[in-house]
């Protein structure tokens, strides 16, 4: 299918210029003349590509670039501005609400083909990528949905570690790394038998050695994808490690261990203790809170940061105790 081109251009003689140029290039092109008429059609028939004059009656270039890029539906569709403006603040406006390149009127049709053969296969490698993480953000899902007691579990445990890493003041990285590690830090399950997952009484030895399993098959099934940066795999592969080296599957010891992976094990700890599963009902906060200042004087978490994280949920109010009531009897299980 020919790769297809949105022409927003109220110009005559440009509107006539760019049609032939890219027609004689294979592309198929379509053209409107207000910013208006733009986002109906973007919206109508998504394009591969979008060129847009940035002086436009009624809404202009900027606007359109800025809505083209706020939405999640358009936010990666390329925009070549092409612009008579000389201006350098003009240009770099353009930049600012999202536009992916400029050219300067009158073009050279050799360098906005050349521009947009290059923008155009950038979009299909971030098509593929997303795609690919798409699968696997279903998957970690999917495997949440398999029981109620962990339902939602991936999403909260991404936000409280988000929330965290704000309140320590991170950069936007590792907040964004943090927040995709909590997210997806359980998906190596998908490998557990749910028999194991959703047992209500204590794990034998070797049941316990299967969900061990899980960090080192969550970190196998996402290593690959080339948008997760080092520290969300970390927080994948290593959030079931103890400060004192007693946890799993590397028994790391303090130095060892990133503060966002950290960050994403006291989110996760706080989560198990905090909602009803198999084997245990939810806690009210405040022994939640106990217990884990209990366990970072055993040495298991980092002290700090679970004063951090306590001091943060009392900002927030972050998490609503469930209205269900718990009705499972309370195990002795180590949490997986
Ligand atoms: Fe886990």
Redesign the pocket.
Same mark, same amino acid.
């Given at each position: 299918m020919a790769t297809t081109v949105l022409v927003i251009e109220d110009e005559r003689s440009s509107q006539m210029m760019l049609r032939e140029l890219l027609e004689q290039e294979g592309y198929s092109v379509q053209i409107v003349e207000t910013g208006e008429d733009a986002l109906a059609s973007v919206n109508d028939d998504p394009p591969d590509l979008v060129i847009c004059d940035l002086l436009l009656p009624k809404m202009d270039g900027y606007e359109v670039c800025r809505r083209l890029k706020a939405s999640h539906a358009t936010r990666f569709i390329p925009i070549v501005v092409v612009t008579g403006l000389a201006e350098l603040q003009q240009r770099l406006d353009a930049l600012d609400a999202g536009a992916d390149d400029i050219l300067t009127k009158p073009v050279n049709p050799l360098e906005v083909i050349a521009r947009i053969r290059g923008l155009v296969r950038n979009r299909s490698l971030t098509l593929e990528l997303e795609s690919a993480q798409n699968v696997v953000f279903a998957l970690a899902t999917a495997i949440e949905q398999k029981d109620s007691y962990t339902e939602g579990h991936g999403e909260r445990v991404g936000m409280f570690s988000r929330s965290l890493a704000e309140h320590l003041g991170l950069s936007q990285t590792d907040i964004l790394a943090v927040q995709t590690g909590g997210l997806l +830090? *359980?998906v190596?399950?998908i490998g557990c038998p749910d028999a194991i997952l959703n047992k209500p009484g204590p794990l034998t030895r070797d049941e316990f050695e299967v969900i061990k399993r +899980?960090?080192v098959a969550g970190w196998e099934i996402c290593r690959h994808l080339k948008s997760l940066g080092d520290a969300t795999l970390h927080c994948i592969r290593n +959030?079931?490690e103890r400060l004192d080296g007693s946890g799993y599957p590397d028994s790391l010891t303090s130095g060892e261990i990133p503060l966002t992976t950290r960050i994403t094990t006291i989110c *996760?700890v706080f989560d198990a203790l905090a909602t009803a599963r198999a084997y245990k009902p939810a806690f009210p906060l405040e022994t939640c809170y106990k217990i884990l200042r209990e366990e970072s004087e055993r040495g298991w978490w980092d002290k700090e940061l679970v004063r951090a994280f306590i001091d943060m949920m009392g900002e927030r109010e972050l998490f609503k105790p469930a209205k269900r009531a718990v009705l499972k009897p309370l195990f002795e299980r180590p949490a997986?």
């Open positions: +830090h *359980d190596g399950k +899980h960090p +959030h079931h *996760d997986p």
